[in-house]
């Protein structure tokens, strides 16, 4: 039995096949921070997973249930910070790409210690602009969807050319994201970040950021076509995943940042918000 | 045991976890049009496959053992038609999008009763112009891979719309392929098919009707851009993929074709060449 494996909320070493996840990735996923039994900002979560589900016509499976089901048996100590990725998958199906009428869809979950505290902010980041470029593809933009060879393809340049992260853009040349991450430029007081219209992940911290975290420090957000160029006169460059949290970007190429004030204000009102959302 | 399903060449109900097919659509599969034990134009799965794996950096595993130990373990009568999909995934892993660095990939066959019998030449289709639009992904485009959301998405199109086939342009706006086949319209003497540089699947029977059925009639071939408009004025349209052979469309939205000696005598040279290629 693989350890933090669970098939519609059993424990489990495998998934039962046909399932149009793995045949086509005609699913979602969401990668959740723990801690102990607790994930934070579920609602977020949820609520993506229910946008990405009603676009793509697949039912929700009770997949709450699951997820309390499977973190019980996990049965981490309260202070263990986890990683978890929930997926929801179409299910089984006829052969072909046409959808099945009823579909029962399927939930996998795997769960594993996370890969740092997300208490600590993680060292600035070394970056540069990928040489792949991401599709517009506006009937999926957003959705955190199955269908993700372009984020492989962008992690393997990344790990080829050395840096910590590359920085995307899609191909009419804008930027869009991290390979992990969601992306923010601070320019003056105004907090902005590409929009997500036709290519892209709607990340659950993105959505935080520009919600709460930004207005709450008196920062005005900008959600806006950003060219490449932008990077260079930004007053401060930063990432966002649900994981890391916000990781400020310390070099893009040739352009260096100090650490900037409002960056640690910002990672010290996520932290903040992290534990009371944690309860 | 679910029948006719096949890891690493061994009977199995299911896909072991963790798997990058699974997990981000890391992989390529073919549908191989089988009868017997014989696999046809074997060597055209293999070429497309083999410029996949290499492309997204995934070692070959031993396929071809996997499949022959697979065809010879569900052991069909000589004379059935199958339909075998086979695919290959980059294997387990770390979590994250960074490929492994030392991947073990695996393969996955399914097998089935054939939906048809490829000697029969089916119904002319009744087709329009779908309202999605496909991505243009150079890196990707002409590979098999397992990201196939946007095939799924105008399958449910051509469904709700009550179609035999829809025909996808890419977001530029030039005509792509059929949902699940590729495209040829005939003009005058030519053969012209959509350039595959920026979206869509390069298939085994495109490439069949491309090097050798067409020239063998004595057909012009041109690969280009297509745009819809080009539909209205070709004097015959057909689809193609490896389950139906060759398929000629009816009609277009309001536009209709009676059956045309062309199509015909490349369906009749189809049925020819498969029954010479499965020996």
Known sequence: MAPGLFVDGRPAASLPLPDRGFAYGDGLFETLLVRGVAPAWLAL??????TGLA????PAPPW?????ASLAAYDAPAEAWLTLRLTVTRGGGPRGYPPPATPLPRTVIEIAPAPLDPLVAPAPLRTATATLRWAQQP???GLKHLNRLEQVLAARECRERGLDELLVCDTAGWLVAATRGNLFLLRGD???TPDLAACGIA??????????LAPALGLEVEVAALAPGALASADAVFCCNSLRGIVAVGRHEQRQWR??????RLQAAYREALCANLG
């Open 139 to 141: 009937a999926l933009a």
């Open 55 to 58: 676009q793509l016509g697949i």
């Open 190 to 192: 105004v907090l902005a």
């Open 259 to 264: 650490a900037h004030p409002v960056i640690e």
């Open 45 to 50: 979560h949820a609520d993506r997973l229910a």
């Open 203 to 212: 990340g659950t911290r993105r959505r935080l950021v520009l919600d709460t």
């Open 64 to 68: 709450r249930e699951h997820l309390a």
